[in-house]
């Protein structure tokens, strides 16, 4: 276990040197090495999102174990990572020859886009508030709500 504790490290470590490194939101790519280094950001993000709440959903449905452990390490890592959305969308990468599952959609209604963001963050710090506690069916609860929330997003903001 500890080998992937440090595994996890050094990915959120590369998340967030990148995180920092693109600048402030709202921010049009100035070139395609920008635009590829937004992209890849902002899908790092996404993949660490997705390799924690799958895990989560899992259990919700009953197709693992339940693990209040790993419920707990997988909320918290999920606080942590659906804080830096709305920065790792900040550079418009639209009108570049980067091409990705992103709809211009997110740039064209960011006001939408950060709402959807904000509700991702409140529905992993509310399953992060649970898992402390432990109760079964209040974190499979929780788990669904984040799990409503991500794909609220996904079905507006990212292409099929």
Same mark, same amino acid.
């Given at each position: 276990?500890?080998?992937?504790? %440090?595994?996890? =490290?050094?990915?959120m470590s590369?998340?967030?040197?990148?995180?920092?490194?693109?600048?402030?939101? !709202?921010?049009?790519? =100035?070139?395609?090495?920008?635009?590829?280094?937004?992209? =890849?950001?902002?899908?790092?993000?996404?993949?660490l999102m997705?390799? #924690?709440?799958?895990?989560?959903?899992?259990?919700?449905? !009953?197709?693992?174990?339940?693990?209040? !452990?790993?419920?707990?390490? #997988?909320?918290? *890592?999920?606080?942590?990572?659906?804080?830096?959305?709305?920065?790792?969308?900040?550079?418009?990468?639209?009108?570049?020859?980067?091409?990705?599952?992103?709809?211009?959609?997110?740039?064209? =209604?960011?006001?939408?886009?950060?709402?959807?963001?904000?509700? %991702?963050?409140?529905?992993?710090q509310a399953?992060?508030?649970?898992?402390?506690?432990? #109760?079964?069916?209040?974190?499979? *609860?929780?788990?669904?709500?984040? !799990?409503?929330?991500?794909?609220?997003?996904?079905?507006?903001?990212?292409?099929?």
């Amino acid at each position: 276990m500890r080998n992937q504790y %440090t595994y996890d =490290q050094k990915a959120m470590s590369f998340v967030l040197l990148i995180a920092a490194l693109l600048g402030s939101p !709202g921010v049009t790519a =100035q070139s395609v090495d920008e635009a590829r280094q937004a992209a =890849q950001t902002r899908q790092s993000v996404l993949k660490l999102m997705g390799w #924690n709440m799958g895990p989560l959903g899992a259990m919700a449905r !009953g197709r693992i174990p339940f693990d209040a !452990g790993r419920v707990a390490t #997988n909320a918290g *890592r999920m606080v942590a990572l659906a804080e830096m959305l709305p920065e790792s969308f900040g550079v418009d990468t639209r009108n570049t020859a980067i091409r990705t599952d992103a709809l211009d959609l997110i740039w064209e =209604q960011e006001s939408e886009f950060a709402d959807k963001a904000r509700n %991702t963050l409140l529905a992993a710090q509310a399953l992060n508030a649970v898992a402390a506690g432990g #109760n079964e069916s209040e974190i499979r *609860r929780a788990i669904g709500k984040l !799990g409503q929330s991500c794909g609220d997003c996904h079905d507006r903001f990212k292409s099929d």
